[in-house]
């Protein structure tokens, strides 16, 4: 979507320099156009992709992107890679019924914590920039059913990848399991190059991917225990295979020390997804990703182990 009148509300000094970009480069009319989704430069693919997930412990089917749009990858000088995505930036053929964009609102808590969890030592994606659209989006910001018009904005997330549980929840429940292979095998020849010491991945190399996954999703959930942060909505599409903090909805930090609390208005009578019980869904999380990855496994003992 053409955004109307794009200004740059905010760049991340530090983002910028992991991407190899000036002060100079960020202050520019063309970066302006290109993290506003106005200008796609030549070597970029900008995708959606699919995935799906268990939402409050129920099977949602086909989820997204639904408003997030990849721009594509670098590396920057240090051999570095980075995924660039645009969240709010309009429709993709995942959209459902849905607009796409995000408002400002929404889109500072974003980029703000981001930073804020980097700095405070917790494995999180990254904000390069936050854009005003210029355009109004219409939301019900308390789900009373009184919508009203709020500027729309674009925040450009940055990350070594976006793969989710949910990206091979979506090829399980489809039974399409030659893609999930392809999905598993890109996921560890990407992200997890280590685990292979020559030619492809193999059964043993997805056993030892399984349990490195477990093992940062573990390492994630302690640093949100021990700086107090809440989550919120941790469906399976919402867990990062690299074991970062992923989709900044609904979250929250304690201001004293209470297990059952949720900063998520829409689960305060069950409270899933509480500050006490992260750990125990994170687990459960894990199980739904040990079930999707299991036909193309074939041996679910070395999955329970992990």
């Not at 990206?167 to 095998?185: G, T």
Request: charged share 20%.
């Amino acid at each position: 979507v053409q955004t109307r009148q794009p200004s740059l509300v905010a760049c991340a000094r530090e983002v910028a320099q992991l991407l190899d970009l000036t002060e100079e480069a960020c202050a520019s009319e063309q970066f302006l156009r290109v993290f506003s989704g106005n200008e796609v430069l030549t070597a970029m693919d900008p995708h959606a992709t699919c995935y799906g997930g268990h939402q409050f412990g129920h099977w949602a089917g086909q989820l997204g992107d639904g408003r997030a749009i990849n721009l594509g990858e670098i590396v920057n000088g240090r051999g570095e890679r980075w995924a660039l995505q645009l969240k709010g930036a309009g429709p993709t053929q995942y959209s459902r019924s849905a607009d796409g964009l995000a408002v400002l609102r929404s889109s500072v808590r974003e980029f703000l914590c981001s930073e804020a969890m980097h700095h405070l030592g917790v494995p999180t994606t990254r904000a390069l920039s936050l854009v005003l659209t210029g355009d109004q989006v219409l939301r019900d910001m308390f789900y009373d059913g009184n919508p009203r018009q709020e500027p729309g904005a674009i925040v450009c997330r940055v990350s070594p990848s976006f793969t989710r549980f949910g990206s091979f929840e979506i090829f399980a429940a489809r039974q399409d399991w030659d893609v999930q292979r392809q999905l598993l095998d890109y996921a560890i020849r990407t992200d997890f190059p280590r685990l292979i010491e020559s030619g492809d991945p193999d059964i043993d190399t997805y056993f030892q991917w399984f349990d490195e996954v477990c093992r940062r999703t573990a390492d994630l959930i302690v640093h949100w225990m021990r700086v107090g942060f809440v989550h919120g909505v941790m469906n399976t599409d919402n867990l990062s295979v690299l074991g970062l903090t992923i989709d900044y909805g609904p979250y929250g930090w304690l201001e004293d020390y209470d297990p059952g609390w949720t900063p998520n208005t829409t689960d305060a009578e069950g409270r899933r997804y509480r500050f006490g019980q992260q750990a125990q869904v994170a687990h459960w999380n894990l199980a739904q990703l040990a079930r999707a990855l299991a036909p193309v496994v074939e041996q679910v003992e070395p999955l329970q182990e992990s």
